[in-house]
């Protein structure tokens, strides 16, 4: 269902999905759905600063100019799959359960449909009813993860919190939504977590690229290991949060952490992981509008959401993430 009258509109007038999409408000609207996306704007498990509950807003406000075809992919994902914008879960500030579980009811709604859900944040404490919702839809069936972050995000609780913005890949362990095996975090630095939290880690599994082995090998090899890795899987759920760009990059964050990685990195990453891998659930948090100067976060998270796009609609179309285009002359 349309929200705007028909014609160009301009990018700052109208009422405002993501990409201008279409509306779906339930399951019989997901028919020929490839993509859902919804919004999920909660921030009450941050440990730092709020306003990621603002995220999702932001976002949607973020798509300027996105009407043609990528310039290094030659796609235009919404030619390719069709995608719907399905608003926001329906979360109850000041209840972190009872919103946790509105995400995840919606995003299994979206899930158990076979269409994919795109979440949009809201702190990481949804990872945990995000990737869970898309397990719940697929009993049986592993589901592998790959988490861009600045941070682990395992820790059994923080400051006596289980359901925190750093505990929700412990939570998907210990509910069997998630083996460790199948996870790589891209990205890590800073101080936190401790070595009580890595060592948990190992144990289950999980592999991980420090951000000073992404500089040192570089994001192309990181990635082809990753997809090396998670080849096997026929579901994989992607993570990103956003704070896991350096702050130079995204400074519209809850907890930023110097010297990571770059807008450029990130966004070729997640193209060619949305071409070689079968996302099965996306979702992108941490953005917080608050600390955001000139939207430079939202810009990038909603860039993030497209690329993903794109390589979806690369992989759908039977093609590579390489450029399909260059200045060079033939002569």
Known sequence: MRVNRPGIRANFAGIVTFSDLDVALGPDDLEGVDVAVVGAPIDETVTYRPGARFGPRAIRMAGYSASNPHLSAGVYPYDVLKVVDYGDAAVVAGDTARSHAAIREIVNEIAAAGVVPLVLGGDHS?????????????????????????????????????????????????????????????????????????????????????????????????????????????????????????????????????????????????????????????????????????????????????????????????????PYRDGRSDD
């Open 126 to 322: 949804i990872a945990h009813p995000d990737l869970g919702g898309v397990a719940d839809a697929l009993p049986g069936e592993p589901v592998g993860l790959v988490h861009f972050d600045a941070h682990a995000d395992d820790a059994d609780e923080i400051d006596g919190v289980k359901r925190s913005h750093g505990t929700p890949l412990r939570r998907l362990v210990e509910e069997g939504s998630l083996d460790g095996h199948h996870v790589v975090s891209i990205g890590l630095r800073g101080y936190w977590p401790g070595p009580e939290e890595f060592a948990w880690a190992k144990e289950q599994g999980f592999r991980w690229y420090l951000q000073d082995e992404v500089d040192r090998r570089g994001i192309d090899v990181v990635i082809n290991e990753t997809v090396a890795h998670l080849s096997t899987l026929g579901h994989v759920f992607l993570s990103v949060d956003i704070d896991v760009c350096d702050p130079a990059f995204s400074p519209g964050t809850g907890t930023p952490e110097p010297g990571g990685m770059t807008a450029n990195d990130l966004l070729k990453a997640v193209r060619r992981l949305g071409t070689e891998l079968p996302l099965r659930g996306m979702e992108i948090v941490e953005v917080s509008p608050p600390y955001d100067h000139a939207e430079v976060t939202a810009l990038l998270a909603h860039r993030v959401a497209l690329e993903a796009l794109t390589g979806m609609a690369l992989r759908r179309s039977g093609r590579s993430a390489e």
